[in-house]
């Protein structure tokens, strides 16, 4: 396993991380014998950085995160995530100490190492999301409380939104870390640019979070499963869920990722799921590839093309010249 600086935090975390997400579902809704050996298996092959959030399956995930790693007396970094709404910003130093507390109390811990805001960050507020002025001011204020409390050793804000908003709380927000949309079906937070015109351009986040110091934890890089390029989803396996960029809607990705398919074949790879994992590990300042497991076989999986190290350069422009020109 590859380790990587996790921004300017000073941890050493795996290239891959284990993500507990509704997506891939093992955490959510997986047998608990299942949910342990999956983590056993990620300790084993060298994955230190553990996901979750209390929106998970309505703390579940917390749960049995915590469970499998304390029944397996395992040594690792945990994050976790809280959120708060619009109308709550005033009092955002309490509701976020709370609602961190609480899933402090699921997992089974005294503290966690990041604490991420789980917020949309847009100009304006909207109705998960938080306005920019606030994230910058009150809410990153309150973060930091939690920082100072000794409840987490860094804090993170998901990078979701307005790209314009996120921009600036990179610069002015003080967070450690950023959870980064990034695949190789929209590379825009590393290749600056919407690759067909629709999908959101976040013209280079990623490289900006990572020039401010900031640990970049790349999230969707499976693109909620649309990558496996089949529609057909394990049983395990949640709904894709929301649309969380312009252009990513599940059917239309799943579209995009057929296209990759030939080139994944010529490069000798299993597929385009190991093409997006390889193609994320390329990518200069990305700290981890957060992957949602539904079950042990993917895991191992993917950990074995992991294994395969990064794409090389001449791959990953012929994967960003496929996907640019399909659109």
């Known amino acids: 396993m590859?380790?990587?600086?996790?921004?300017?935090?000073?941890?050493?975390?795996?290239?891959?991380?284990?993500?507990?997400?509704?997506?891939?579902?093992?955490?959510?809704?997986?047998?608990?014998?299942?949910?342990?050996?999956?983590?056993?298996?990620?300790?084993?092959r060298g994955v230190n950085y553990f996901d979750t959030a209390a929106q998970y399956g309505e703390g579940r995930s917390e749960e049995n995160l915590g469970r499998a790693l304390r029944e397996l007396g395992a040594q690792a970094y945990v994050g976790t995530k809280v959120r708060l709404g619009a109308d709550q910003v005033a009092d955002a130093r309490q509701v976020l100490r709370r609602a961190l507390e609480d899933g402090l109390r699921r997992l089974g811990r005294y503290g966690v190492d990041v604490c991420t805001l789980h917020n949309p960050v847009t100009l304006a507020p909207g109705e998960r999301a938080l306005g920019v002025d606030d994230v910058c001011g009150p809410v990153a204020e309150g973060m930091r409380a939690l920082r100072d409390a000794g409840l987490t050793r860094f804090v993170g804000f998901t990078g979701l939104g307005d790209t314009a908003a996120l921009q600036r709380v990179v610069r002015e927000g003080g967070f450690d870390t950023v959870q980064c949309y990034f695949n190789v079906l929209n590379p825009s937070a590393g290749y600056p640019g919407s690759p067909d015109g629709v999908a959101q351009d976040f013209d280079g986040l990623l490289d900006q979070a990572a020039a401010a110091g900031l640990g970049v934890l790349a999230i969707r890089v499976m693109a909620a499963g649309a990558l496996a390029a089949v529609p057909t989803r394990h049983p395990t396996a949640g709904d894709p869920g929301s649309v969380l960029a312009v252009g990513s809607e599940y059917a239309r990705d799943l579209a995009r990722a057929e296209r990759l398919r030939p080139l994944a074949a010529e490069l000798g790879l299993a597929g385009p799921l190991e093409l997006a994992l390889r193609f994320v590990l390329a990518k200069p300042g990305v700290s981890t590839a957060l992957l949602g497991p539904s079950d042990r076989a993917q895991l191992a999986e993917a950990l074995d093309w992991a294994e395969r190290g990064p794409l090389p350069p001449d791959a990953v422009a012929r994967a960003l010249a496929v996907v640019r020109e399909g659109g």
């Open 2 to 44: 590859e380790y990587r600086e996790l921004g300017r935090t000073g941890l050493r975390i795996s290239a891959v991380g284990f993500g507990s997400g509704n997506i891939g579902g093992l955490m959510v809704r997986g047998e608990h014998a299942e949910q342990r050996a999956a983590v056993a298996l990620a300790l084993e």
